[in-house]
Nanobody
Framework: QVQLVESGGGLVQAGGSLRLSCAASGRTFSSYAMGWFRQAPGKEREFVAGISRYGVSVTLADFVEGRFTISRDNAKNTVYLQMNFLKPEDTAVYYC??????????????????WGRGTAVTVSS
């Protein structure tokens, strides 16, 4: 069992930055590919970014357009999402996810095994 706890969300003006963190419990953090998803009001949850078990492979959604960076620190059991040049359309609840099995940073090989409860990001214009 893995528990994921996100932090770092909040209110920011357009053009600003936020750094989200996701702390994982357990001693097998490096066994999981990690990812960030988001869900805006009235929309489906969508993939934002993923990173393989040791950070060798990274996948970013097209809409990120080079503004976001995903990284992980396996010694701290933590994955990060650095978000720069935020836009109002980035407003959403951001969720952390962990996936066992194939070391797949795209999260296309199957659903995540574990989810956090999310952290809200609001970008004002």
């Amino acid at each position: 069992q893995v528990q994921l706890v996100e932090s770092g969300g909040g209110l920011v003006q357009a053009g600003g930055s936020l750094r989200l963190s996701c702390a994982a419990s357990g001693r097998t953090f490096s066994s999981y590919a990690m990812g960030w998803f988001r869900q805006a009001p009235g929309k489906e949850r969508e993939f934002v970014a993923g990173i393989s078990r040791y950070g060798v492979s990274v996948t970013l959604a097209d809409f990120v357009e080079g503004r976001f960076t995903i990284s992980r620190d396996n010694a701290k059991n933590t994955v990060y999402l650095q978000m720069n040049f935020l836009k109002p359309e980035d407003t959403a609840v951001y969720y952390c996810a962990a996936k066992s099995g194939p070391n797949d940073s795209t999260f296309r090989s199957g659903p995540a095994n574990y989810w956090g409860r999310g952290t809200a990001v609001t970008v004002s214009s």
